[in-house]
């Protein structure tokens, strides 16, 4: 038995409290440590408070701390996130909370205990819009819970709210424009302005976090820096000298075609050595890649401005030449609003003004989804001085593919499952920024990468369960790695993949290695749609109805849920079609059965991993 991590400062209990905490949180998954954390803060908030005695316990009375300072939790640091954005600011302002001397506590949104929401007095949320208007994975039942009649009066409650989006899509932050209102219509105070990060998150963030901080002091009168008071865990990541900040330069081993040369996708399986990084990841986690813009498209970009690559730019006290900082540093696939509004000004071009009218965000979606920087500068041109371009230019951020292996069977590699994203636009062929750089990266190059843990989205510790995997398309990557784990570790549970793409015979991704797992008894069933073999559209959805029976009773017995792929149309529809199999199979209303669906992802057995 480990005792409690060396980090944290010695426990304020008698050695055989300590060792029950330590038996009772061993081989906890993290979102249950952060509910262990927040339920034991709630009892310390309703415990009779003894602040002097308890600084004085710890040695860390000091002449000046007002005594309410101390003890019960009073600053909650709520987050939701998808790919871990908000979780690392959240945690970031925790961290910076904590060496203040405030009373802490951070949670993830799903292992927040609602119940306690009522109580609350001080709590900041930061949270992430998916695509047009989604929340996070981890934050949807904690929206749901807001927005609906449950939702208690928050009459005591002081919040401020930091949304964090792409102003590509129309709903920018629309998960925390919602709540920000939500939370205020409820009774609550707002401390705050909401804010609102773009992809280049720290420009706002940064600032934001630094209020929200200053305001944190001054609402818990507290200035001076004490003893820690409730420990906050680094992010799993922290032992690694690698990260977002710093990414490792992982070499190229292999990039193989997986679709069939009659397939209408370029589906690439990928290789990428980890030797010696000492990086490690577990099925489940994504890796990030830094890619650049391809020099074709800059050299577009450039001749469409009229605008010397070689021009030295300072921006942000750096110094570049532009046609650096449009390979390696500017976002040139996504198109921003705030950037549209300057193109629209110096173009005076009276059809993309009336498009930036607040009534027709529908139609600037649709704009902006045909359209690269390229696209625009071409329809609609326009002058812009180099400096203005890169200050207007959001920053190239990096992309998250899930991962499509398990270490305990590949070693120190990271496989990932790429579609090689090319479409015609309105003025020519365009590609994915970072699945086009993988393709034309030969093996041996180096690939800038780090590992993006991703906790909501891992196999149950108990590998006597059932799974039941769905992943159409490149949504099956995690799924290799899930069954190349369990088959590593000797897991008895049975494992049910259901997978579909365009057609059998030039989609049928990691076919061979499907076979062989059925052959090897490390996958008991493969069930497959091939949407465009038949007359009408079969998808993975019509496998669930046609097996509803069995995918309940597997439910039933215990079997943890996946689905992994588009998040748009695939997974809503994949959603309805569990909710019909779960009301008709265990007779359940649709409100109940939601209930279930939404029980058994309270209790991790459901997890999505869907973009
Ligand atoms: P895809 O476009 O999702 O197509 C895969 C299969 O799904 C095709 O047979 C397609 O049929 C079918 N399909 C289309 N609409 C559907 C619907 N409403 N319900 C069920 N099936 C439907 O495949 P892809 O090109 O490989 O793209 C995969 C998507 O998953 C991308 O959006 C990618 O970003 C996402 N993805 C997410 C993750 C993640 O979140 N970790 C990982 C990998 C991939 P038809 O085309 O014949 O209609």
């Given amino acids: 038995m480990s005792p409690m991590p060396a980090a944290f400062a010695p426990a304020p209990m008698p050695e055989d409290k300590l060792s029950l905490l330590t038996r009772l ?81 951070l949670l993830r949104a799903d292992a927040y205990p609602l119940r306690e929401l009522k109580d609350e ?115 799993p990541q922290a032992a690694s000298p690698w990260s977002k900040e710093k990414p490792y330069a992982a070499e190229l081993l292999l990039k193989q075609r997986i679709s069939g040369r009659g397939s209408q996708k370029d589906v690439r399986h990928i290789e990428l050595s980890l030797e010696g990084s000492g990086l490690s990841y577990q099925p489940g986690d994504a890796l990030g890649v830094w890619a650049q813009n391809s020099p074709p498209l800059v050299a577009g970009v450039l001749a469409a401005l009229h605008l010397d690559g070689e021009q030295l730019v300072s921006h942000g006290g750096v110094q570049l030449p532009l046609r650096d900082w449009l390979v390696g540093r500017r976002e040139l696939s996504k198109l921003s609003r705030p950037f549209l509004l300057q193109h629209a000004e110096r173009a005076q071009d009276s059809t993309l003004k009336s498009l930036l009218a607040p009534e027709q965000s529908a139609a600037l979606g649709e704009f902006v989804a045909q ?122 549970g049975k494992n049910w993949l259901l997978f579909g793409n365009p057609h059998a015979r030039h989609d049928f991704l990691y076919q061979l290695e499907w076979q062989q797992a059925l052959k090897a008894g490390q996958l008991q069933r493969l069930d497959l749609a091939f949407s465009r073999d038949h007359a009408h559209k079969h998808y993975v959805q019509h496998l669930l109805e046609q097996n509803g029976r069995q995918v309940y009773a597997w439910l039933e017995s215990g079997a943890h849920l996946y689905l992994c792929g588009d998040a748009t149309r695939m997974a809503r529809d994949v959603e309805a079609a569990l909710l019909a199999l779960i009301a008709l199979h265990g007779a359940h209303d649709p409100d109940s059965a939601r209930d279930y669906l939404s029980a058994l992802q309270a209790q991790g057995r459901y997890a999505r991993d869907v973009y």
């Avoid at 993290?30 to 408070?49: C, T």
């Avoid at 990932?416 to 699945?435: F, I, K």
């Avoid at 030969?442 to 059932?466: M, T, Y």
């Avoid at 992943?471 to 995690?478: D, E, H, L, M």
């Fill in 121 to 235: 007095r001080l709590l900041y949320l930061v949270i992430s819009t998916q695509g047009d208007g989604d929340p996070p994975e981890d934050a949807r039942g904690f929206v749901e819970y807001l927005a609906g009649k449950r939702a208690p009066e928050l009459k005591r409650l002081k919040f401020a709210v930091l949304g964090l989006g792409d102003s590509s899509y129309p709903q920018f932050c629309g998960i925390a424009r919602r709540l920000d209102l939500r939370f205020a219509q409820l009774g609550a105070q707002r401390l705050l302005d909401r804010g609102e990060a773009d992809l280049d998150i720290e420009s706002v963030a940064t600032p934001w976090l630094q209020r929200a901080l200053q305001t944190a002091k001054e609402q818990l009168k507290t200035s001076a820096p004490l003893a820690s008071v409730t420990p906050l865990r680094p992010g």
């Fill in 371 to 492: 359209r690269q920087l390229l696209d625009l500068l071409l329809q609609y041109p326009a002058d812009w001085s180099a400096e203005a371009l890169v200050a207007a230019l959001r920053a190239l951020t990096p992309r998250l593919y899930s991962l499509a292996s398990s270490q305990l069977h590949v070693g120190p590699e990271a496989h990932l499952t790429v579609h090689h994203v090319h479409y015609q636009s309105v003025a020519g062929a365009r590609w994915g920024v970072a699945s086009h750089f993988l393709s034309a990266q030969d093996e041996g190059a180096q690939v800038p990468i780090f590992i993006e843990a991703n906790a909501r989205f891992r196999l149950p510790k108990d590998a006597s369960r059932d799974l039941i995997m769905i992943g159409p398309g490149t949504g099956v990557a995690p799924f290799r790695g899930f069954v190349q784990e369990r088959a590593a570790v000797g897991a008895s």
């Fill in 25 to 105: 949180t061993e081989g906890l998954e993290p979102h249950s440590l952060w509910w262990l954390s927040g339920y034991a803060a709630g009892l310390a908030e309703r415990a009779p408070e003894r602040p002097v005695e308890r600084a004085a316990e710890r040695g860390a009375a000091r002449p000046g701390i007002a005594a309410e300072t101390l003890g019960a939790v009073k600053l909650s640091i709520v987050y939701g996130s998808q790919t871990g954005n908000s979780k690392r600011l959240a945690e970031q302002l925790a961290a910076q909370a904590e060496s203040a001397g405030l009373a802490t506590r």
